[in-house]
């Protein structure tokens, strides 16, 4: 499955953006998806899952209250929602689709090419 993630772009803090991924012809249903972050020199860390049927979602605290992780699956994508943008948010994000739906870079099994979002102060 190879995933496409799109949307990155420079804003400045405090500003929304929302990222997307899509699988081009492929369907996504039948895997729980995630978005993960990785900064320059730092490990790449969970940002945000959602399970298959989109019905329960879980956030690492840092972006809690201020991110939020949808799908459609009727048009086999996923979002990332990015509110409140914070200096500390620039990273490149990936998103990933797998067998589980939690925190570890393990429980997924296909990874995206990654979008860069860089927020100004």
């Known amino acids: 499955v190879q995933l496409q993630a799109s949307g990155g772009g420079l804003v400045q803090t405090g500003d929304s953006l929302r990222l997307s991924c899509a699988a081009p012809g492929r369907t996504l249903t039948s895997y729980a998806m995630g978005w993960f972050r990785q900064a320059p020199g730092m490990e790449r860390e969970f940002v945000g899952s959602i399970d298959w049927g989109g019905i329960s979602t879980y956030y690492a605290n840092s972006v809690r209250g201020r991110f939020h992780v949808s799908r459609d699956n009727a048009k086999n994508t996923l979002y990332l929602q990015m509110d409140g943008l914070k200096p500390e948010d620039t990273a490149v994000y990936f998103c990933?689709?797998?067998?589980?739906?939690?925190?570890?870079?393990?429980?997924?099994?296909?990874w995206g090419q990654g979008t860069q979002v860089t927020v100004s102060s």
């Open positions: 990933a689709a797998g067998h589980g739906w939690g925190a570890s870079p393990t429980e997924y099994d296909y």
